[in-house]
């Protein structure tokens, strides 16, 4: 037999070969959802009982979610009504759904108070709101969802290994809602509003006295203030002034060598001569 020969015939049985394999293949694809489709259709709960823990075993959490769906209203108030509705809110955090999982957990905290799986139920109710903290210039509405529920886990269990793990989360949630704070106190500071930026700066540093950013927005305060001052009319003048010289020496105070202290005192000599002064006002609006 030639060489080109044998060729060809290896070839031919290296096709059959393939073609063997992916009718195998469609064939267990074709029976495995076969399967899944009679014990979907089954009324024998044991069955489909069995079936959605070995599909969550497996990790195929949309065949497990879609029996423990099935499962969670025909077995409610038996014995194993809480194992499936817990595992019913886990396929959905496994498929990345916070929102309906975190719904499931709260739903399952509310319902089943002496179930073994309570503890890890509120836990994940928390941290499904956590899963779902967006960027900190949007929306914090689930960051403070997850920092309520977070605490409430730590008050009622106290002792738990997953007590100062939640504490870490709640401080990263708070810094994140700090930084919200700044941004939008940093936005009318930038647009030159500068009543509502006092009135945001000086919310930021009461909200959260430790922040980061702690010096640049008691500086901007300062800043805010006196600007407030010199674009007022001449009979709020004085008194905005004085607040101004008041934000300086506490700026002042705090920050004795702030890479910004020579505009802090430009500005603090300013409003201190006005106020001597007040015939030469700055300006009049």
């Given at each position: 037999m030639n060489f080109s020969k044998k060729l060809y015939l290896c070839a031919m049985l290296t096709n059959r070969i393939y073609i063997i394999i992916i009718v195998l293949c469609s064939m267990?694809?074709?029976?495995?959802?076969?399967?899944?489709e009679k014990v979907i259709k089954s009324?024998?709960?044991?069955?489909k009982f069995s079936k959605a823990f070995y599909f969550y075993n497996k990790g195929d959490y949309v065949k497990a979610?879609?029996?423990?769906?099935?499962?969670?209203?025909?077995?409610?108030?038996?014995?194993?009504?809480?194992?499936?509705?817990?595992?019913?809110?886990?396929?959905?955090?496994?498929?990345?759904?916070?929102?309906?999982?975190g719904h499931y957990f709260g739903n399952f905290v509310q319902m089943y108070g002496n179930s073994t799986f309570i503890e890890?139920?509120?836990?994940?109710?928390?941290?499904?709101?956590?899963?779902?903290?967006?960027r900190?210039?949007?929306?914090?509405?689930?960051?403070?969802?997850?920092?309520?529920?977070?605490?409430?886990?730590r008050i009622r269990y106290p002792n738990s290994s997953r007590v100062a793990d939640c504490s870490r989360i709640i401080?990263?949630?708070?810094?994140?809602?700090?930084?919200k704070a700044y941004i939008s106190a940093q936005l009318y500071y930038n647009l030159d509003n500068y009543k509502a930026s006092v009135v945001s700066l000086g919310n930021c540093l009461a909200d959260f006295p430790d922040s980061k950013y702690r010096e640049e927005i008691m500086f901007k305060l300062?800043?805010?203030?006196?600007?407030?001052?010199?674009?007022?009319?001449?009979s709020k003048q004085i008194e905005r002034f004085q607040d101004a010289i008041d934000e300086y020496y506490s700026f002042i105070a705090e920050f004795p060598e702030?890479?910004?202290?020579?505009?802090?005192?430009?500005m603090y000599k300013e409003a201190s001569r006005f106020i001597k002064e007040p015939e030469n006002e700055l300006t009049q609006n």
């Open positions: 267990m694809v074709s029976f495995s959802c076969t399967g899944f009324d024998d709960m044991d069955l979610g879609t029996l423990f769906d099935q499962l969670a209203p025909l077995i409610r108030g038996t014995r194993r009504a809480d194992s499936a509705y817990f595992y019913q809110a886990m396929t959905q955090y496994e498929l990345n759904d916070y929102i309906i999982a890890e139920a509120a836990y994940m109710e928390a941290y499904c709101y956590y899963m779902q903290s967006p900190p210039e949007l929306d914090q509405t689930s960051t403070l969802q997850a920092i309520d529920a977070f605490r409430l886990y401080d990263e949630l708070n810094e994140k809602l700090m930084e300062l800043k805010s203030k006196y600007m407030l001052a010199v674009k007022s009319i001449q702030s890479r910004n202290k020579k505009e802090a005192e430009e």
